[in-house]
């Protein structure tokens, strides 16, 4: 199992809007509002086979109100 965070940028005023699509989406474990560039970040469980840019692609990207991603893949989780 590979984990990765997609921060998402959303069209203005459609924040909740996406993080409430985004996580009724399978293999989205969390979505958390944040501060910065980006609105949300998503955390994300993938398979290890699964491919990463085609999930952020075809799954995340194309949810409405979503304007722009930016994806970091986590290598190891500590505690």
Sequence with gaps: MRTIFVMI???????????DAAVQ???VSE??????QYDLMA????DDGDDVGRFVTETLQTLPG???TFTLIAFKAFG
Aim: with cysteine; proline share 0%.
């Design 66 to 68: 979503v304007k722009d």
């Design 43 to 46: 955390k994300c469980y993938l």
């Design 25 to 27: 989406t399978e293999r």
């Design 31 to 36: 979505v958390h509002s944040i501060s910065g």
């Design 9 to 19: 940028k959303a069209e203005l005023g459609k924040a909740y809007d996406v993080a």
